[in-house]
């Protein structure tokens, strides 16, 4: 059974930064292309960015957070980081990661993860 913790969510000031990471637990990570989807109060889930399998050579990110927001991964750690510089206080949300196909090449954002999968989340908070 595919399992990924988020981490690293807290509060942060408009115009700060924030790292978060996706951790796989139950398996390889590199084999999946990976999603960071975030849903905000009273809103649907919204995919943010994609990173392609093994090498993460293809990236996507929505419109708005392009510029500001750089998706990686590090398979010898089996992680995903998304990393959010000035952000804004409509990136308010729980974020999370999913797993996506792995052939996936990310050239479209998702809906949801593989199995509509959905792991606990980690807040961001963006206040003054």
């Known amino acids: 059974q595919l399992e990924l913790v988020e981490s690293g969510g807290g509060l942060v000031q408009p115009g700060g930064s924030l790292r978060i990471s996706c951790v796989a637990k139950?398996?390889?990570?590199?084999?999946?292309?990976i999603g960071w989807f975030r849903q905000a109060p009273g809103k649907d889930y919204e995919e943010v960015s994609c990173?392609?399998?093994?090498?993460?050579?293809?990236?996507n990110y929505a419109d708005s957070v392009k510029g500001r927001f750089t998706i990686s991964r590090d398979n010898t750690l089996n992680t995903v980081y998304l990393q959010m510089n000035s952000l804004k206080p409509e990136d308010t949300a729980v974020y999370y990661c999913a797993p996506l196909e792995p052939t996936d090449t990310c050239s479209r954002l998702h809906r949801n993860g593989l199995d509509n999968y959905w792991g606990q989340g980690t807040q961001v908070t963006v206040s003054s």
């Open positions: 990173i392609s399998s093994e090498s993460g050579r293809y990236t």
């Open positions: 139950t398996f390889t990570l590199d084999y999946y292309a």
